[in-house]
């Protein structure tokens, strides 16, 4: 059996992010050499692949790119919070989101056939995947463009990366307005700009569900069109930014708060981790 130093263990360890029990086996199997080691950890790896395909991805990050004309934010997701909070997988995530905005991809297939580094954030994703040992994909991306930019990232533990991330395009000169309704979408969850922006489609359903259920409390049918209105209000203030009440002043709506800042809103984008 060669002889492995704990040395060049910590060392390997520290440059793939590999487990102790592999990187030793590897080590032992490579006679010490540790550049074959990284080899056999590499094709290792990249035989467990294929058999990761199915695991679930529930934990990640989020990391967000920032050129002059847009924003790129994207979800980089793994199977454990070990890995999440992984210096490899965090510097992988930095690497790929600088790729990604001067790239101006804003579809996953577009992105992960983005040149990096001799070969594609795809590829990249995969050797890193193949050298810890755990499924990783890249699971969201946005590109956002605009004039001025305000950029949220929000840790859920203070021992893991952001888990929350969000991207405020606007015009005006308020900066620090913007910064707080960046805040305020991370709590909030708007899912559109304005009321007009919500397609009728889900107006229409949204309509039909609390339809259905007023007649299941037995509310009497001439009062019906005021209360599924009504309803339906309550509904248009819960997805839609403008329309919510401000997380820190809620005598006011979000409109106001951004007209009083004399700033508008063009786009926003948010991700959690595993929603």
Not at 195 to 201: A, F, L, N, V, Y
């Amino acid at each position: 059996m060669a002889d492995v130093s704990l040395a060049d263990i910590k060392a390997l360890r520290e440059r793939l992010g590999t487990g102790m029990v592999d990187t030793k086996n590897a080590l032992v199997e490579a006679g010490g050499d540790i550049e074959k080691a990284v080899e056999i950890l590499r094709l290792k790896g990249a035989k467990g692949n294929a058999k990761r395909a199915d695991r679930s991805t529930s934990e990640g990050l989020v990391a967000v790119g920032e050129s002059a004309t847009a924003v790129t934010m994207i979800e980089l997701a793994c199977e454990t919070d070990f890995v999440a909070k992984n210096e490899k997988f965090v510097a992988l995530a930095d690497k790929l989101v600088h790729a990604l905005e001067e790239s101006g991809a804003e579809t996953v297939d577009a992105a992960l056939a983005v040149p990096l580094e001799g070969g594609t954030v795809g590829s990249a994703i995969e050797d890193q995947a193949a050298t810890i040992g755990e499924k990783l994909e890249l699971r969201r991306i946005v590109r956002l463009p605009g004039e001025k930019f305000s950029v949220y990232l929000h840790q859920t533990s203070k021992d893991l990366p952001p888990q929350i991330g969000v991207v405020v395009a606007y015009t005006g000169d308020d900066a620090e307005t913007a910064r707080s309704i960046a805040q305020h979408i991370s709590f909030a969850d708007p899912q559109y700009l304005t009321r007009e922006d919500i397609p009728e489609s889900a107006l229409e359903n949204e309509r039909r569900i609390v339809t259905e259920i007023t007649r299941n409390e037995g509310k009497p049918e001439a009062a019906l069109p005021k209360i599924v209105e009504g309803r339906l209000g309550a509904f248009v203030k819960q997805v839609a930014l403008a329309e919510q009440e401000y997380a820190r002043d809620n005598s006011k709506t979000v409109a106001q708060v951004l007209k009083d800042a004399g700033i508008a809103v063009t786009g926003f984008a948010r991700f959690k981790v595993g929603a």
